[in-house]
C-alpha cells in the first residue's frame, strides 16, 4: 500500500510559479511510476506529467510544456512539480499518483494509488 500526501498548493498571480510536492509511505516508492493530474470545476480529470522510477523517461502535457517541471527524489520519497509562468487556465486541484508498473503514462486508469490533491488557484 502506498499513501500520497500533496502539499505547496495555494494562491498564486498569472504568470507567478508554484511548487507542488507529493510525499509517498512506503519503501518501494522508487520503483513507481509518478504522475500528476489535475481537475478543474466541471471538467474531467487531465493529466499534467508523468516520471518513470528512474526519471529517464518524462511526458507532459502540450498545455505546460516548458512552464512545468516533474522531478523525483527517491530518497525522499517525494515527487515535485514545478510550475512557473502560471496561468488562469491551470487553476484546478492538482493530484499526484502512483503507477506499480514503473513506465510513465498519460492515462488516469493505470495508477494505483492517489493523493488526496492540493487547491492552485491563479488569479488575474
Known amino acids: 500500500q502506498v499513501q500520497l500526501v500533496e502539499s505547496g498548493g495555494g494562491l498564486v498571480q498569472a504568470g507567478g510559479s508554484l511548487r507542488l510536492s507529493c510525499a509517498a509511505s512506503g519503501r518501494i516508492f522508487s520503483t513507481y511510476a509518478m504522475g500528476w493530474f489535475r481537475q478543474a470545476p466541471g471538467k474531467e480529470r487531465e493529466f499534467v506529467a508523468a516520471?518513470?522510477?528512474?526519471?529517464?523517461?518524462?511526458l507532459y502535457a502540450d498545455s505546460v510544456k516548458g512552464r512545468f517541471t516533474i522531478s523525483r527524489d527517491n530518497a525522499k520519497n517525494t515527487v515535485y512539480l514545478q510550475m512557473n509562468s502560471l496561468k488562469l487556465e491551470d487553476t484546478a486541484v492538482y493530484y499526484c499518483?502512483?503507477?506499480?508498473?514503473?513506465?510513465?503514462?498519460?492515462?488516469?486508469?493505470?495508477?494505483?494509488?492517489w493523493g488526496q490533491g492540493t487547491q492552485v488557484t491563479v488569479s488575474s
Open positions: 499518483a502512483a503507477d506499480r508498473g514503473g513506465a510513465p503514462g498519460t492515462n488516469p486508469n493505470r495508477y494505483d494509488y
Open positions: 516520471i518513470s522510477w528512474s526519471a529517464g523517461r518524462i
